[in-house]
Structures are given as structure tokens and as C-alpha cells.
């Protein structure tokens, strides 16, 4: 099976991450999309407690769509090296892609990833263009332009919102707004 991998911090996941899923599965890029949200940011960026991100990742599951907890899984930072090597141990049989915003390759920091030149080995990505990063330069072959346009939605925008009172009915799905106001109702969670 081919198997797309959407890192993510899930802090809180949002309909973005499920319309991009959605647009590479319609493809037919690959026959699954897995959401695989990070225990400890590489960069350090506080997260909301693991249990809370998961359990809203999982809210996002439909047919193709899954949830994967490897990351959750392990000690320490969430590798993208790591975490490939890890997914073609567990699950030989399977083919998997990463998925990648433009902004990450347009703006060269995908090259500070652990181990790049090994990972770009490892693994092909699909590139998602991101309002204001053009895709037409990019040359490297472990890229595949998918003509997929990701949207304006990001956690920060909506944690941002969620500081302010405001609400967030249209960046994510229902239930996961439903879930949040009761984070919130009995302070399981600080709007970072």
C-alpha cells in the first residue's frame, strides 16, 4: 500500500491538515494518508499535553484517513528520520511518502531537517503549495509537485483565535471545536 505521512504538532490539528489528505487520497497520489502528530517539537515550541493532540488527531479519521501514534510512541524529539525509518521497519510492506509544505523548500529549511541527505534517500515528498511560496524553481528530484494548494489555516492562527475568545467553528472540525471548549472549561490547556 502507499502510505502519506502528514507530520503535524497538532496543536491543535485543523481542517487544513483533513483537506490536504483529502485533495492527495482524490489524486490518487496513495491509497492512504496517515496523521502522525509529534511528541517533542524539534524546535523546542511548547505543545499541548500528547493525550489531548492525539485524541483530536483521531477525530480527523475517515475511510483513508488515519491516525498513526509512532512518534507518541518514542522518547525525545520527533525526527523526520527517525520516524521514516522507523514506519519501514514496522511496516515493510508498505511505500511511504511525506508530505511537505512549499514553505519548507522554498525557504531552504528543509535542509536543516536531521540528517537531510540520508532522509532525502529514504524517502520521495509531496510537495503542497503554501500561499506565498511558488513551487516553479523547485528542482530536486525527492519532490513530487502534487498541484495541490494548501490553505491559510495553521494551529497558531487558531490558538491566536482561541486567546482572544474568538471562534474557531470554521478552521476545525466540530467535534475538535467541542473538544477544546472543554479543555478549556476545566483548564487542560493553556492557549500558548
Known amino acids: 500500500m502507499r502510505i502519506a505521512c502528514l507530520g503535524t504538532s497538532a496543536n491543535p490539528p485543523h481542517l487544513g491538515h483533513l483537506e490536504i489528505a483529502k485533495q492527495i487520497l482524490k489524486q490518487n497520489l496513495v491509497d492512504q494518508v496517515w496523521l502522525i502528530p509529534c511528541r517533542k ?13 492525539w485524541e483530536m488527531v483521531k477525530m480527523l479519521e475517515q475511510p483513508g484517513i488515519k491516525a498513526c501514534d509512532i512518534e507518541l510512541q518514542r522518547k525525545g524529539k520527533s525526527y523526520t528520520f527517525d520516524t521514516v ?3 519501514k521497519e514496522k511496516y515493510p510492506q508498505h511505500k511511504f511518502y511525506w508530505i511537505v509544505g512549499s514553505d519548507l523548500v522554498v525557504s531552504g529549511e528543509y535542509k536543516k531537517w536531521e540528517i537531510w541527505p540520508q532522509l532525502k534517500k529514504e524517502i520521495q515528498f509531496l510537495l503542497i503549495q503554501r500561499p506565498g511560496y511558488s513551487i516553479a524553481k523547485v528542482r530536486e528530484k525527492c519532490f513530487i509537485k502534487t498541484g495541490i494548494r494548501g490553505n491559510y489555516i495553521s494551529s497558531t492562527l487558531i490558538r491566536e483565535r482561541l ?7 470554521d478552521l476545525v472540525p466540530l467535534k475538535i471545536a467541542q473538544y477544546i471548549k472543554y479543555l478549556k472549561k476545566y483548564s487542560l490547556i493553556k492557549f500558548l
Open 41 to 53: 517539537h524539534v524546535f523546542n515550541k511548547k505543545l499541548w499535553p500528547r493525550q489531548f493532540r
Open 163 to 169: 486567546k482572544k475568545s474568538l471562534e474557531i467553528n
Open 85 to 87: 525509518i522507523a514506519l
